[in-house]
DNA sequence: ACTATTTATTACCCATGGGTAATATACGGG
DNA sequence: CCCGTATATTACCCATGGGTAATAAATAGT
């Protein structure tokens, strides 16, 4: 499908002076994608709708076309981010293995997301910004990241791959080093996203595991099915869909 | 001495319609307590100047008897905070131990820093909102830390005290969490800093210790003089007072 | 081709809030 | 008692930027 050209990957869809055709998502996922760029680099009150716009080579007023307001555009910023996370934590509740396994495997996905921009707005953007209804919204998919991981503390203290500790605390302790990556990561730099994604893996699941990972052993305790390996098709995600009336195509987002 | 009055604690000290006398410099401070409340409570951005002022029984212009801008209000925020983290290194790099008994030492301190308003302004604040010679202040500064956390790491893996690991990103793994603190610490909630404190630094050394703390064993490993107890005399700090033309009275900040 | 609909543009409104000028009040000292 | 200085107030300026109205250009359907 998507019988695009094998163009050089047009940035923006508004070709300067040119044709302006396309789909209407694509057009708002490219707003989107022009706005969390200029949100993170610039901060969502220093960016204003005008440089939004002209990144994409139109005016401000046109992107009232997709749009209602600016804090609406931070809302579907984060979540699209938001349901990325809701990927990570569905595909790894249905894979296999220990709390443990679950709550590495959570983590090298969570921590590479952080890489990315969706990921960054998740954990830069201020709630305070958007309107009553959608912080909540955000508000609420937070507490459920955070019940992921504790829930995988919990797990892996019952099954013997987590050593007894208070999960509330361990939680935050490694989602906080994990939200961290995205106020300092920068594409540029000298890791990948994948390289540090993994490294923090180890890192912070080290000092919770019955098990040590020194000199890359291999995977010690596995108790039933081994984690398949099919990150490939987005088995539909269940009710997780908590952020707002999305119902958006939601194509190539890297 | 300060023969302060028995006072009740007078939050502002521009009462009502009173006597408004007192040092320029505990009214400057008072300042900068509610400008760094109103800034972590509603953002930088959202809270004016104002919001401010009122906070002290005053109105706007009265703030700039005190200083020249709101982002250099922020700087200031700031810049309190970061005397207390160069007090945290000072006081740890002085007293002894191995390095992981410095990077644990640190930890606690830095992590108890973060339920502070000022400790929380180091991280909260967006740099960005400050004028281009405070920014490379922060930035400065803001490396001066990670250097910390990465020169006991150092330490530790030479002494045999931490176990060999990338610096680095075990530098970013810890101060990451620690940082992350700031964020969702909340005085009123069930623990309190100085136990959150003590938690955060078990469990992030944990990973990188050679010797395990489970079921809270003597601290195991001393190199040379045990670390000493004296936290309570500010030794004059060195160099380390990076932050602008800092001769304010550091008087009580709690 | 003609028209309806979508999508863009130009030109504008206006609330917000940082910052300033002019002025008033308090204070300390000779 | 009067004056200079420090500190506060009232009244204002104005750049910024989110948002809207009126209008023009492109697109699709018939």
Redesign the interface.
């Known amino acids: 499908m998507d019988a695009s050209a094998p163009s050089s990957s047009p940035q923006s869809p508004w070709l300067p002076f040119e044709s302006r055709r396309r789909a209407r998502d694509e057009k708002r996922e490219a707003v989107l994608r022009a706005a969390v760029g200029l949100f993170l680099e610039?901060?969502y009150?220093?960016a204003t709708l005008n440089d939004v716009a002209k990144r994409l080579n139109i005016t401000k007023p046109a992107l009232y076309n997709y749009f209602r307001s600016k804090d609406e555009i931070l809302f579907e910023c984060w979540s699209l981010g938001n349901e990325l996370v809701d990927d990570c934590i569905a595909e790894t509740s249905a894979g296999g293995g220990t709390g443990l396994d679950k709550l590495r495997k959570l983590t090298v996905r969570y921590a590479e997301l952080m890489t990315t921009d969706y990921g960054k707005s998740l954990v830069r953007f201020?709630v305070?910004?958007l309107n009553e209804d959608n912080r909540k919204i955000v508000q609420t998919a937070k507490k459920r990241i955070d019940r992921a991981f504790r829930d995988y503390i919990v797990q892996g203290i019952d099954d013997g791959s987590v050593?007894p500790?208070?999960p509330k605390?361990?939680a935050?302790?490694?989602?906080?080093?994990?939200?961290?990556?995205g106020?300092?990561f920068q594409p540029g730099g000298p890791m990948t996203g994948k390289a540090?994604a993994e490294?923090?893996a180890i890192?912070?699941t080290?000092?919770?595991a019955t098990t040590t990972t020194?000199k890359k052993a291999g995977k010690p305790p596995r108790t039933g099915n081994a984690a398949r390996e099919d990150r490939s098709e987005h088995h539909e995600r269940t009710a997780a869909r908590a952020a707002g009336q999305s119902k958006r195509a939601r194509s190539r987002l890297r």
Do not use: K, M, T, Y
Request: glycine content about 10%; some cysteine.
């Open positions: 610039q901060g009150h220093r201020d305070r910004d050593r500790c208070d605390l361990s935050f302790a490694i989602a906080g080093s994990l939200n961290w990556i106020h300092w540090v490294e923090f890192r912070l080290e000092g919770i020194r």
